[in-house]
């Protein structure tokens, strides 16, 4: 095989230039099993959390995306998307989180930004699960988290959950 340069490119070199070009494609769409063992184990402890990306199987990393999580991402109609599960926090399996993440790709129509959310609620010990979606500011999400009836929204910069405010739940 010929370089761009006309020069001859040994066989390993082939390998090693596909090998770059699959790891870089990978790195585009993470492989939802591996994506599902992460997300189900993400939990660490109480007022933890975790958000994965329903299009590309990404978990979110602190600080990318920047912002603050809202859970009750509403579906193709507007309507509140319901819980998707509450676990006990190491009670939650893989299949689970692909099941969960693929009805949000399909209720949401497939809406660039939903994610699939996982907070661990300090009060009762159980993991919740929802529909959730990134905002860039804090008063508009805690306004929307409020709406939606959250009782906390994620900030994902800092890695903690941010009451609402909202007195209706318990």
């Known amino acids: 095989m010929a370089s761009s340069r006309g020069q001859r490119v040994s066989l390993s070199e082939q390998i090693s230039q596909r090998f770059q070009a699959s790891l870089a494609g990978a790195q585009k769409k993470a492989h939802p099993v591996l994506s599902a063992l992460q997300f189900a184990n993400a939990p660490k402890g109480p007022d933890d959390g975790a958000s994965m990306n329903v299009h590309n199987w990404k978990l979110s990393e602190i600080g990318s995306p920047k912002g603050y999580f809202v859970g009750g991402e509403p579906d193709v109609h507007g309507k509140q998307i319901s819980e998707l599960g509450s676990f006990k926090a190491d009670n939650i399996r893989p299949d689970h989180v692909l099941q ?8 949401t129509g497939h809406r660039p930004g939903a994610h699939l959310g996982i907070w661990h609620n300090p009060k009762d010990g159980i993991a919740y ?10 008063e508009k999400a805690k306004a929307l988290g409020r709406k939606r009836n959250e009782d906390a929204i994620w900030d994902n910069t800092n890695a903690r959950a941010i009451p609402t405010g909202d007195k209706k739940r318990k």
């Open 100 to 107: 969960m993440a693929t009805r949000v790709r399909q209720e």
């Open 129 to 138: 699960t929802d529909a959730s979606r990134p905002y860039a500011d804090l």
